[in-house]
């Protein structure tokens, strides 16, 4: 699976968008973007995935390159209960686990 | 809508005790999965199971470790002659096909 570049930390006002970006240049073909969050002490949790076109849901907004070399995952209005870390994981559809990195420490500030 | 659960949440033990997990997946799922995250890091992949059969483990599963999922349902990871750099928390996580997986809680073992 192709890896992956995170700035470690990001700060963001509250209500405002969180954009968290994530580089992934050595992407191949069939592999998909995945993000996962996870608040201290808890599981991940999936919020969203691509492969090429944006994607959008109930928890978040995913933007991919039209080259597919980076992604960035907005939350579009940030709340105190998103501060958590953001994995994103590029992962192949053959590949039977996920591989996390270190993630951003998203912290949202009041 | 219960999700994954895991037992115990917390365990501490000492050095060279054996310890058992146990995990239970949401319940038509029939994908398994186990990592363990030591502080400041990201989760790691120790194992997976489809249905009953183990059908891959990471390197990072020494022989001290074992992994079980008799009936394809709930799942037991063991940790036999534990040592301090075993002290992480220990993640299961279940799915229905390989894109989302929902993770449990996790265990938190401490080796004193």
């Known amino acids: 699976d192709a890896k992956t570049t995170q700035p470690p930390s990001m700060d963001c006002a509250e209500g405002r968008a969180a954009n968290l970006p994530c580089n992934h240049s050595t992407i191949s073909g069939n592999e998909y973007v995945y993000w996962y969050r996870q608040i201290h002490s808890q599981g991940p949790q999936y919020i969203i995935h691509?492969?090429?076109n944006n994607e959008t849901n109930e928890m978040a907004s995913l933007i991919i390159t039209e080259d597919r070399k980076s992604s960035t995952l907005i939350l579009p209005h940030a709340t105190l209960r998103d501060t958590a870390v953001y994995y994103c994981?590029?992962?192949?559809?053959?590949?039977?686990?996920?591989?996390f990195g270190s993630g951003t420490q998203l912290t949202v500030l009041p | 809508d219960t999700g994954v659960s895991q037992d115990p949440r917390h365990k501490i033990t000492k050095r060279g005790q054996n310890v058992t997990f146990r995990c239970d997946p949401i319940s038509e799922h029939n994908r398994l999965y186990w990592y363990r995250q030591t502080l400041g890091q990201g989760p790691e992949f120790l194992t997976y199971f489809q249905n009953e059969a183990q059908l891959e483990k990471s390197r990072l599963l020494s022989d001290r470790f074992s992994a079980e999922r008799p009936k394809g349902s709930f799942s037991t990871l063991e940790i036999q002659r534990t040592e301090q750099g075993d002290s992480a928390m220990y993640l299961c996580?279940?799915?229905?096909?390989?894109?989302?997986?929902?993770f449990g809680p996790g265990t938190r073992l401490t080796v004193t």
């Open positions: 994981i590029v992962r192949g559809t053959s590949a039977r686990q996920l591989t």
């Open positions: 996580a279940s799915s229905t096909n390989m894109n989302i997986l929902h």
């Open positions: 691509g492969l090429k």
